[in-house]
């Protein structure tokens, strides 16, 4: 039984990383006073660090630290030449920033439905989105499920099409021994802070194996330039602070670790809610070489009452959430795609059925056991 009820009132945010700073703060303040102490803040030896471990972590040769995961996809994109008048082709349910990376460097999203099964992008219905204009297709791993890219990397091949992969939700997701980002030609990251592996703020990161990649890289995200005063291309400002970076140093180290706690916490919900009402519930992946297929950024359930047992759990002080409530192309940012109702029947379906709960390393045992008695009682009460 959980004994945090008795005195005050319950409240379980949706995300508190208040475990993860405490475990890593006297690390991080090392870094910052050291910082402060050389007092040289753009780019600089945590960057370097950062990117090296990174890279390494990932099973890459490089990689570059950008401002923000959006900023990894626009410069992504930039790198291989893609802006106006192309077309990229991303799922129709995801974070706005995937669409909205595309659309900074002029090119067009091409929007495809997603699997009911795993939320990730239908490799099936892809082909037919696929034009002459199309240069690339970005693949979510979203929720933190690394999807299988063996179709997607295919298609790819045959059509001649770049794959960029938006792993911003999957830091650390493997499948077939290899970690989510470096499939592709390059894989986008975000470090802001709820995220897997998150900073103290806005951060992202681009990884590749390509060593001409890293270098346009390098020169889109600061002014164009490598050495100073000399400017090859028009870039602009969007560099990995160097005070990120420091945190991400230190938290990266905990990355693995705080997989399993979220893993290990997708697994208890996986076995107290099975069976309860309509759930529907993510599927876990086998312990063992497959567990880290699925990194549990998000636990996402299903149900046909979503919109009554949002309000019941929130009035009970349970911080849930809807990612998303509405595809891309329901947007009005995105009403010039001009696609109509209906034209994306499993995303526009699972949007009123979906709702996350809270999960984040260390979440405890009883906040866990809260949120389940309480999503019990509203199918038995309600
Ligand atoms: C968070 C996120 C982004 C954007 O990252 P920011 O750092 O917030 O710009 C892009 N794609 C997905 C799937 C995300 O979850």
């Given at each position: 039984m959980y004994a945090l009820s008795l005195l005050s009132i319950v409240k379980i945010p949706f995300v508190d990383l208040r475990g993860q700073t405490k475990r890593t703060k006297p690390g991080i303040l090392d870094r910052f006073n050291r910082l402060m102490e050389e007092s040289n803040f753009i780019l600089g030896k945590e960057v370097e660090t950062f990117e090296h471990s990174f890279a390494n972590y990932n099973?890459?040769?490089?990689?570059?630290?950008?401002?923000?995961?959006?900023?990894?996809?626009?410069?992504?994109?930039?790198?291989?030449?893609?802006?106006?008048?192309?077309?990229?082709?991303?799922p129709a349910h995801t974070c706005i920033a995937t669409a909205l990376g595309i659309s900074q460097t002029g090119a067009i999203p091409v929007l495809v439905d997603i699997q009911e099964e795993n939320?990730?992008?239908?490799?099936?219905?892809?082909?037919?989105?696929?034009?002459?204009?199309?240069?690339?297709?970005?693949?979510?791993?979203?929720?933190?499920?690394?999807?299988?890219?063996?179709?997607?990397?295919?298609?790819a091949k045959q059509y001649d099409l770049k794959v960029i992969?938006?792993?911003?939700q999957a830091h650390g997701a493997k499948r077939n021994g290899q970690r989510a980002g470096s499939v592709g030609v390059m894989g986008c990251f975000s470090f802001y802070p709820s995220k897997n592996l998150g900073c103290f703020g806005d951060?992202?990161?681009?990884?590749?194996?390509?060593?001409?990649?890293?270098?346009r890289i390098f020169l889109l995200r600061n002014y164009g330039s490598r050495?100073?005063?000399?400017?090859?291309?028009?870039?602009?400002?969007?560099?990995?602070?160097?005070?990120?970076?420091?945190?991400?140093?230190?938290?990266?180290?905990?990355?693995?670790?705080?997989?399993?706690?979220?893993?290990?916490?997708?697994?208890?919900?996986d076995q107290a809610l099975r069976g309860i009402g309509d759930l529907v519930l993510p599927q876990i992946p086998a312990k063992g070489l497959e567990e880290n297929s699925h990194v549990f950024h998000l636990y996402v359930i299903r149900t046909k009452r979503r919109n009554a047992l949002l309000s019941y759990l929130r009035n009970k002080h349970i911080g849930v959430e809807i990612h998303y409530p509405m595809p891309i192309h329901r947007h009005q940012a995105y009403a010039e795609l001009k696609?109509?109702?209906?034209?994306?029947?499993?995303?526009?379906?699972?949007?009123?059925?979906?709702?996350?709960?809270?999960i984040f390393p260390y979440m405890e045992q009883d906040q866990l056991e809260y949120v389940v008695d309480q999503i019990k009682n509203f199918f038995m009460e309600c």
């Open positions: 099973g890459v040769t490089h990689a570059v630290g950008v401002g923000s995961g959006l900023d990894a996809i626009a410069l992504s994109l930039k790198a291989v030449d893609i802006g106006s008048g192309d077309e990229v082709i991303i939320y990730c992008l239908d490799s099936d219905q892809l082909e037919k989105a696929i034009t002459p204009k199309t240069k690339a297709i970005i693949p979510v791993h979203l929720y933190g499920q690394m999807m299988d890219l063996s179709s997607v990397t295919h298609l992969e938006d792993a911003a951060g992202g990161a681009i990884i590749t194996n390509s060593e001409t990649l890293r270098d050495e100073r005063n000399s400017h090859t291309i028009k870039g602009g400002a969007t560099r990995l602070d160097a005070l990120q970076a420091a945190v991400l140093n230190e938290k990266l180290r905990d990355l693995d670790q705080n997989n399993k706690l979220r893993y290990d916490l997708a697994t208890q919900y696609y109509t109702n209906g034209s994306f029947p499993v995303a526009e379906r699972i949007c009123s059925a979906i709702l996350s709960l809270p």
